[in-house]
Every structure is written in structure tokens, then in C-alpha cells.
């Protein structure tokens, strides 16, 4: 450590090849640490503009941005200047984020007949601008992506991220300021977050898998069966009592830690992948939410538990939702621990009829053709009071796969509820269900709980854009590791 806060080599003479100028300066990302002069180190990062150098002042070294030797970023010309620049051009003072901190630069656009605005030659430098006006600050594709998995792994906020990058920067040469770039980054992340979905979606590549909506940008399960994708040409003229082979079967629960608080929100702040991820829009449930929650005869509050055995509804109690606008949400899972894209919905209290019906068909999306469906839910024997009405007068077209969907208690719950619960929807009495257990959506929540300290922080739209990118991680992760 000590050893670092030297070089042999400086002060001294340049050790670049055929110059004789004084060693001032070394790089502290190169590796090996080359002493050179100012003009040699400014051309030796002639790609490589991001990176921090080292001055002698005659008695330490002085951390410094290449700014400081006279750089300057030239963009189109693989970092050569332009020969368009006009003479009395001068550069941008630009401020950019990359991953090793806030970095101050001078920089030129290309000039030349024909070329490119500079929103797209910034993109194209793989600078991600924080405004589309007067733009003076950007962030390297790098430090975004690094925030995109860090953000789905370690679910950490953005405001703490920016303050690492903060800390660890350089300030201003008098005052060691830096200023904050919470706010800019904050838009920008979001922005490069959900373009990274449609890329990964395959929408880009007309990527078409059949009963999957076109503007779905979910990472889909490819073990469920998917007719005209993964099953075989004849599985239709499977025998009835082998129709459970070609079964899928779903998996709901609530999650009262993906809480959103009641705060002064932005009213016009819309979620960028509205209807296309895993949550429900709340458009799509306005009717049902204002009737329920504030027509002049309310409906019951939350599904009513006719189980006398199942005591864990008593623990849901009115207090523990105050203050928030969102209690959690419920999310439908299939059986290979995959989010189902439309399968979520944001809760207001406990969880309802309404919530459940809304997020079972979301699930359904893209099973029309299958024979057999299953669904397992902690509460399943109160669900199905009354659900061919309620789809009667609400989803009529679906009323053919209720009538026949398989709903079946997890194996874990159901020992809250009475013996003929316990009987009547055991996954070991039901043909074609084997050893299933039905749990398998409880398994994100340990991970997923964590980003409830920054969603419930969150304004509404934010929110569902940080729950959508953290459930196509979760199926992303679990596709990839399926061949293992």
C-alpha cells in the first residue's frame, strides 16, 4: 500500500519510446504504472478517456482527470479529432459518470457533411445522455449495466450507488465538491433498464414464441408446455388419462414486503413497461379497485376465510396497513419457479377475490390450447367460492377453463387448514400430481424482500419498473441454470 504512494521512475525522464521530456505523470488503470509526460500520456489514452492519472506536484502525487493534461474526447473518428472541427470551435465541458467515479472532460462532436446528431453520436461512444436538452452530463453504458445487475442481485438503491461513485470521486480542485448526480442518474438508469428488457426480450429480432403476446418483454419458461413450441406434433391425440403429461400448473401467494408508502407521488409518473411485464396496470383493475375500495357499499374487505382451521388470516390485521398505498402484491408463479407474465398485482390491504381472479387470468394468457391446468394457493378453499359467477359476469370466455382448472393447496399450508381441506385438495389424491408440493413461489420472497427498503420508496411507476426488471432476472437466472 505504502509502496504505491511512489514510483522510481518519476520525477525522471520519460519512458516512452523516442521522447525525452520530463516524467510527471502515471496512470493509476494502466497496468504497470509507466511513468511519462503529459503529452505522452494524453495520446496514450486516446481510447481510454475514463481512466484516472497521477501527477507529481514535487512532493506527492495529485490524483487528476486527463482534463487536467489537456484531453479532449473526440467523438466519430475512433478518437482522432475531426478535420471538420471549425477553427474557432471549442470543445463541450461535459461531466461524465463511468464506473470508476464522476470524471470532468473536454469534448468535440464530428463535423463532417452527413454525420450524425450528437444524441446519436453520443449513444453510438456508448454514452447514455441525461437529457435530450442542453446536454452537458452523461453516463458510460458500463456504469449502467453495472448498476442493472447490481441493483438485481444486491438490491441496492440508487441513491446509495451514487453515493459510492460520489465518495469516491475527485472534486473540485478548491472545495473537493462533487455535485450530485442522484436526480440525472435516477432517470437515466430507469430509461437504460427497460431498453435493456426489450433487447433481451427479442422483440428487436421478431423472436416469436406461440401464445405469447408480441409486446411482452418477459423472459418466458421454456419447460411449460407451450403447443407449437415444445411438445410433440401428436400431443393431441394424448390418451385422456396421460392428459396430466402435458399439464402446466401454477403457483399464487401474497407478499406483504413489496410495500409502496403513501407519500406526495407523481401523478403523471407512468411505469415504461406498463402492460407488458408481470404486474397488472392499475388501469386495468381502476373499475373493480373503485368499487371495492370506494363505492358507497364497499365489498368484503378481503377473501373470506371459510376454513376454521386456517388461522394466518388473523395475523393481517387493519393497523398493519396504514400509511401505505400498496400492502404488497400477489404473484402467480408456474410450476418451474417462472413469474407469468400479466400474473401480479399490487395489493391495497389483504389480499381479494378481485386480486386473485385478475392475476389467474393474467396467468392463463397463452394456455388456451393445453387440456389440463393446475393452480395451488394458500387459500384455495375460499377462492373458489363462488368463482364460476365471478367469471361469469367478469371473463365469460374463460368460464370453460375454470370449470375445468385443477385448485389444490400447497402441502406446506395446508396443515392450517381442517382435516377436509386437507383431503379435498391434497396434491397426493389428485390424478397426475405426484409429489408436488405447490410451495415453489414462496422460494423468491427470501431474495425479493430486500428491495422492499427501496420500492416502497418508490413512486408507482418506478416501482413497477424496478419489480419487473428484478422478476426477469429471477426467470432469467432460472433458464440459464435449468441445463445444469
Same mark, same amino acid.
Given at each position: ?281 392499475? =388501469? ?15 365489498? @368484503? $374487505?378481503?377473501? /373470506? !376465510? +371459510? ?71 394458500? =387459500? ?15 371473463? @365469460? $370466455?374463460?368460464? /370453460? !377453463? +375454470? ?82
Amino acid at each position: 500500500m505504502f509502496w504505491k504512494d511512489q514510483c522510481p521512475g518519476i520525477p525522471g525522464e520519460c519512458q516512452t519510446p523516442g521522447c525525452t521530456g520530463a516524467a510527471t505523470t502515471r496512470c493509476r488503470e494502466c497496468h504497470a504504472k509507466k511513468p511519462s509526460c503529459a503529452d505522452c500520456a494524453v495520446l496514450a489514452h486516446r481510447n481510454l478517456p475514463f481512466h484516472w492519472v497521477e501527477i507529481w506536484n514535487g512532493e506527492y502525487f495529485e490524483r487528476s482527470d486527463l482534463l487536467d493534461l489537456g484531453f479532449v474526447l473526440y467523438l466519430g473518428h475512433h478518437g482522432s479529432p475531426c478535420p471538420n472541427i471549425p477553427t474557432r470551435g471549442a470543445p463541450v465541458a461535459f461531466v461524465i459518470v463511468h464506473i470508476n467515479e464522476v470524471h470532468r472532460c473536454k469534448l468535440h462532436y464530428c463535423h463532417c457533411p452527413g454525420s450524425l446528431s450528437q444524441l446519436r453520436q453520443l449513444v453510438r461512444a456508448d454514452l447514455f445522455p441525461a437529457t435530450l436538452e442542453r446536454i452537458e452530463t452523461a453516463f458510460t453504458c458500463e456504469v449502467l449495466e453495472r448498476f442493472h445487475v447490481d441493483y438485481d442481485i444486491s438490491k441496492r438503491s440508487t441513491q446509495d450507488f451514487v453515493e459510492i461513485l460520489k465518495v469516491l470521486s475527485t472534486g473540485d480542485k478548491e472545495t473537493g465538491e462533487v455535485k450530485d448526480r442522484y436526480r440525472d442518474f435516477m432517470i437515466s438508469s430507469r430509461i437504460y433498464r427497460h431498453l435493456t428488457l426489450v433487447k433481451r426480450s427479442g422483440r428487436q429480432h421478431q423472436v416469436v414464441i406461440p401464445g405469447r403476446l408480441q409486446q411482452d418483454l418477459t423472459v418466458p419458461c421454456m419447460t411449460c408446455p407451450i403447443p407449437g413450441f415444445n411438445l410433440p406434433s401428436n400431443w393431441r391425440d394424448t390418451p385422456e388419462h396421460l392428459r396430466y403429461l402435458h399439464r402446466i400448473v401454477f403457483c399464487a401467494d401474497g407478499n406483504y414486503s413489496l410495500k409502496k408508502k403513501t407519500k406526495p407521488d407523481d401523478a403523471h409518473d407512468m411505469a415504461l413497461s406498463s402492460g407488458q411485464g408481470y404486474i397488472i396496470p392499475h =388501469v386495468d383493475m381502476k373499475e373493480y379497485l373503485t368499487k371495492k375500495y370506494h363505492g358507497k357499499a364497499p365489498e @368484503p $374487505e378481503d377473501i /373470506p !376465510i +371459510i376454513c376454521s382451521g386456517f388461522k394466518i388470516p388473523r395475523s393481517q390485521r387493519p393497523g398493519k396497513f396504514k400509511h401505505v398505498d400498496v400492502s404488497g402484491v400477489l404473484s402467480f408463479m408456474c410450476d418451474h419457479l417462472h413469474f407469468r407474465p400479466g400474473g401480479t398485482a399490487d395489493l391495497q390491504t389483504a389480499e381479494t377475490w378481485g386480486h386473485f381472479d385478475y392475476c389467474l387470468a393474467g396467468a392463463l394468457k397463452g394456455t388456451e390450447e393445453l387440456f389440463e391446468r393446475g393452480v395451488s394457493y394458500d =387459500v384455495i378453499c375460499s377462492s373458489i367460492c363462488h368463482i364460476l359467477d365471478r367469471f361469469e359476469q367478469w371473463k @365469460p $370466455e374463460l368460464l /370453460p !377453463i +375454470i370449470r375445468e382448472l385443477k385448485m389444490l393447496l400447497p402441502k406446506l399450508h395446508m396443515h392450517a387448514h381442517k382435516d377436509l381441506c386437507q383431503i379435498v385438495y391434497a396434491f397426493c389424491y389428485a390424478h397426475g400430481f405426484g409429489h408436488r408440493h405447490g410451495e415453489g413461489v414462496e422460494t423468491p420472497w427470501a431474495e425479493l424482500n430486500i428491495a422492499g427498503l427501496s420500492t416502497r420508496e418508490m413512486t408507482a411507476g418506478a416501482r413497477h419498473d424496478a419489480l419487473t426488471s428484478l422478476y426477469n432476472y429471477w426467470n432469467w437466472q432460472k433458464t440459464q441454470k435449468m441445463g445444469k
